[in-house]
């Protein structure tokens, strides 16, 4: 019934197609949601929504992910208030999320009472097949080492985990050569250390049974990094397939620029060859949509890759989880680079192959609609951050958010669900986007779309309001377990 559902899903789709540095967090912020409408009486008395609860501190955006530079991370650092330090030796779970409160919110582990960060012991998600690879830039040292004492902490299973480096050992893929041989230059003298360990930490927390590739690129140009990407589709094809994450983004007013950090000359269509391959059938790539509020960066603006905003998990002062909303600073809006096709050419942008949105968008006011980002959401907001443990730099344990917690979760919760939706159908031969496919097709399914399977996230902005259904901030909303994915 499952894979007759998906088939059903991707058909429907084809034929459809074809017919917003440091910002200072002000005192705790309580907030009361509106009463429901109607009147109220003696004998149906309110029921008051819980008080959201909003911690004290501030929000830092690390030098990697200062949006001014082409390409950058998306992750930003939490530091509460009355701390000295980015980071503490101890986490201390009062509302920092865990991989147990994770696992809860978005029912891919075991349901405890409010799915709250002080409690759920070892409740974590379990499954994963195959592989996941995060691509980054430059080399962390200890990245194997930390996730080992993460996973060690927590009580996760260990990782089956190996760094690669995508170096000139590779030769030249796809037209590129690397910029560099041996070991890439050190992370922490690039800022890209956090990132790399929260990619391998929360991808593990996901699916904690899939093989997991850390591709460290030569340094944080677009050349690389897409060189990179050749190398993660090997590593993650030679293991049988599997989801491949990026947690980085590269502003589309530069692509093609080479006066942008080494941008390249290559158009955006040209580079979106890089995240398709119709001979890789069981692999899906993921990127995050940015954390500067309705922005559009390039990969996640690629028809080809699943794009990932952000939400806010709310919680009431005890810890408990209350909703998710649209985290205010979450990447998303209309690319400026990709189309519809017409005529419909691969080469040119999207078209019957990349369909997937073409009911949304399709027709006025648009002749042929751009692509939209992002495509679903997970949690983002550094005020509801999650832990991740990195000594590159001296630190341990950091309070972290952005979109870059978005992608290589949600790509270890897509693994974890087994669906296997790749770049072709079975035995090739095709180009596919299975995963948007499936999660596109449900948004006209009452009984799919409606929870367990998505939390339509309606409520506020990153410049552009959420609201029912699809929205550009939260795409379709936020999973509630595997059955959707």
């Known amino acids: 019934m499952r894979t007759l559902l998906r088939i059903l899903a991707v058909a429907a789709v084809f034929l459809s197609a074809l017919g917003v540095l440091a910002q200072e967090i002000s005192g705790d912020d309580y907030r009361t949601p509106a009463p429901p409408e109607g009147t109220i009486t003696a004998q149906q008395p309110a029921v008051p929504s819980p008080a959201i609860f909003k911690p004290r501190g501030t929000v830092i955006t690390p030098p990697s992910s200062d949006p001014r530079h082409p390409v950058h991370t998306n992750f930003k650092i939490f530091v509460p208030e009355g701390r000295t330090a980015l980071s503490v030796p101890v986490p201390n ?40 690879a995060l691509v980054d830039a430059y080399d962390d040292p200890n990245a194997a080492s930390d996730l ?3 996973d060690s902490y927590w009580g996760l299973p260990s990782a089956n985990f190996t760094v690669v480096y995508a170096n000139t050992s590779f030769g030249t ?29 929360w991808a593990h927390v ?18 690389d990094l897409l060189f990179a990407e050749e190398v993660a589709g090997i590593k993650v094809n030679a293991a049988g397939g599997g989801d491949i994450s990026n947690s980085w983004g590269y502003q589309e007013s530069c692509v093609g620029n080479p006066s942008c950090g080494g941008g390249g000359t290559n158009t955006e269509q040209q580079n979106d060859n890089y995240f398709y391959k119709y001979y890789w059938k069981d692999i899906t790539y993921f990127a995050s949509a940015g954390d500067t509020g309705a922005e559009v960066l ?17 919680r009431d002062s005890n810890g408990n989880f209350v909703s998710e909303s649209c985290w205010s600073d979450s990447g998303g809006g209309n ?30 006011p648009f ?22 443990y990195d000594t590159d730099e001296g630190g341990s344990w950091y309070i972290v958010g952005g979109t870059s917690v978005s992608s290589p979760a949600l790509a270890g919760i897509v693994n974890a669900s087994n669906s296997r939706l790749g770049q072709a159908p079975p035995g090739g031969g095709y180009y596919y986007t299975g995963e948007n ?16 399977r998505f939390y339509d996230v309606t409520t506020g902005s990153n410049g552009h309001p959420a609201g029912p259904k699809y929205d550009q901030c939260t795409g379709v909303g936020t999973p509630r377990g595997h059955s959707g994915l």
């Not at 590129?176 to 230059?185: D, I, K, N, Q």
């Not at 996901?206 to 050349?223: F, G, H, K, R, V």
């Not at 002749?367 to 991740?388: C, E, H, K, Q």
Request: net charge negative.
């Open 93 to 132: 779970n009062t509302f920092a999320e865990t991989p147990a409160s994770m696992g809860c919110v978005y029912k891919v582990g075991p349901n405890y009472a409010g799915c709250n960060p002080s409690g759920g012991g070892t409740n974590h998600p379990t499954g994963g097949w195959g592989a996941i």
């Open 298 to 314: 390039y990969p996640s603006a690629s028809p080809w890759v699943v794009s990932l905003g952000g939400t806010t998990i709310n």
């Open 437 to 452: 496919n499936l999660i596109y097709s449900q948004l006209n399914d009452y009984v799919a779309y409606a929870a367990p």
């Open 335 to 364: 690319s400026t680079k990709e189309f519809w096709a017409n005529p419909p050419e691969i080469s040119n942008g999207m078209g019957p192959w990349a369909g997937y949105q073409y009911e949304l968008f399709g027709g006025a």
């Open 367 to 388: 002749a042929y609609p751009p692509r939209s980002t992002p495509d679903i959401a997970l949690n983002a907001d550094p005020n509801s951050g999650v832990w991740v």
């Open 206 to 223: 996901m699916a904690p049974s899939a093989t997991l590739y850390l591709i460290e690129a030569c340094s944080q140009s677009l050349p």
């Open 173 to 201: 893929l796809n037209g590129l050569t690397a910029s560099c041989s041996g070991t890439p230059p050190p992370a922490n003298q690039n800022g890209w250390d956090v990132e790399e360990s929260l990619d391998i930490e």
């Open 148 to 150: 080992a004492f993460f």
